[in-house]
């Protein structure tokens, strides 16, 4: 490991200051602790688990948070990524390195071949595989505890997907479905459970990060389907889904020690901004490289109000899965990480809060947390124009487009004309050359 601002510091207590003098666009940051904590210091402790909230998520820093899930019959048991940024409930269905399970569809009789081809890519990986049907039962939530006959695809191949050691096999969307794929082939499970249980189209997700009890490496958190929202505050502020593909939001601002970034807020919004759980990091545009302390998130609620997420250190600095077995040299990623294709508001941003996505009214709501990093929320207050901020592709009609494809004909039937042109016009020159010394109105085919 090397250090990205001179030697190592001498205390933990500088690891702000090193933030703000240190202008870094990645690090892992190596700090010697002199004391017995594992978490930064000078923050919060976020509070341990325990039997009474139910916890049904679990990971590892950088991991994503995963849930228990038994597919077929007999049931096969398996942990799952629950993400906010697809759609496809996926499955592993051949071993690969990363992996110490996998699912094996020839001992379940209640599985489903549909014979379709499926392949998904994510920002980082991508995987390929079948897909089918078979029984699925999520047995760690208060609801969809119910077996179902539900789609989902078996993985056979994949780049850059699975993590090792990171526990899970599979990968639970549950985003909108339209990005579920094969298009129009595919119920989403969320769907699935919403409408067969009767529940309210919304879900919480209560993210806590590491305890200092279960240490660095074990986090945990929660998964409420319906309108229950758990132990969540009972204060909170709500911001418009903009587009029902991922949880697309606005960003309007990103502020550091308070002071607003001085670029357009386009930037953070091209081609989107979205919340997305299966993503660890907070992802932003390259303008944003600089020292961050604090950083507070403006997110439209309407073309003139806006809300503000506001994190510090404790969000953004994630053990190094690698040091977590020392006690005396801990080592600290920054958990933020450069994006060319908007903004994602990751795990980092989603710590610490309660939030609900509520698909049938088309907002999600944010509200403090009884566990993780401290989070600051704001109450809704009056901005600028906040239009000016959102990106809209640009396409081309139909019209526009057929210009083109015409355009294009007619010049590449025009070419043999224009070389024809051409060498007329070269073969008048040259024999005009050839012919110097005859004045030009006596000139035929005698003198030639």
Not at 84 to 90: D, E, K, L, P, R
Not at 106 to 124: M, P, R
Not at 147 to 176: C, E, K, R
Not at 232 to 243: E, T
Request: glycine share 8%; net charge negative; charged share 15%.
């Amino acid at each position: 490991m090397m250090h990205s601002c001179g030697d190592s510091l001498g205390m933990a207590l500088h690891v702000h200051w090193w933030l703000l003098g240190c202008h870094v666009v990645s690090f892992i940051a190596c700090i010697t602790i002199h004391s017995t904590s594992t978490l930064p210091p000078d923050l919060p402790t976020p509070s341990p688990p325990s039997s009474a909230h139910s916890w049904n998520l679990f990971g590892r820093p950088g991991d994503g948070y995963y849930t228990s899930v038994e597919v077929g019959t007999p049931s096969q048991k398996f942990n799952v990524l629950v993400d906010t940024g697809s759609s496809n409930f996926a499955i592993a269905a051949v071993m690969q390195k990363e992996l110490d399970s996998y699912f094996e569809a020839k001992n379940s009789s209640s599985f489903v071949d549909l014979e379709k081809e499926v392949e998904v890519g994510y920002t980082q990986g991508s995987w390929s595989g079948r897909l089918g049907k078979d029984v699925v039962l999520f047995p760690a939530l208060q609801a969809g505890t119910t077996p179902y006959l539900m789609d989902l695809v078996l993985i056979t191949s994949s780049h850059n997907f699975y993590v090792n050691n990171s526990q899970w096999q599979g990968i639970v969307g549950l985003a909108f479905p339209v990005l579920a794929k094969p298009q129009g082939a595919v119920q989403p499970w969320i769907d699935e459970v919403i409408l067969r249980d009767n529940l309210t189209n919304a879900f919480t997700l209560e993210l806590c990060g590491p305890s200092r009890e279960a240490g660095p490496s074990s986090h945990y958190g929660r998964l409420t389907l319906g309108s229950g929202s758990g132990s969540c505050s009972p204060v909170a502020v709500s911001c418009p889904i903009r587009r029902k593909w991922f949880y697309e939001v606005v960003v309007t601002a990103l502020s550091l020690q308070g002071k607003e970034v001085s670029i357009p807020c386009i930037k953070f919004n091209t081609d989107k901004t979205i919340v997305d759980s299966g993503t660890s990091n907070l992802r932003l545009p390259p303008e944003l490289w600089m020292n961050f302390p604090n950083l507070t998130i403006h997110l439209a609620t309407g073309n003139h109000s806006a809300i503000t997420i506001t994190v510090g250190p404790r969000s953004y600095l994630r053990p190094a899965p690698d040091s977590v077995s020392t006690s005396l040299l801990d080592c600290w990623v920054l958990g933020i990480e450069e994006s060319q294709t908007g903004t994602v508001l990751g795990a980092v941003i989603l710590e610490g809060l309660c939030v609900t996505f509520d698909r049938a009214q088309g907002v999600i709501t944010f509200s403090e947390s009884t566990c993780g990093p401290l989070v600051t929320l704001s109450e809704t207050h009056n901005t600028e124009d906040m239009s000016v901020c959102m990106y809209t592709p640009k396409r081309v009609g139909a019209l526009t487009l057929a210009s083109y494809i015409m355009g294009g004909l007619l010049g590449f039937l025009s070419l043999p004309l224009v070389l024809a042109a051409l060498r007329w016009a070269w073969n008048t020159a040259h024999k005009l050359r050839l012919n110097q010394g005859i004045p030009f109105t006596i000139l035929d085919e005698n003198n030639t």
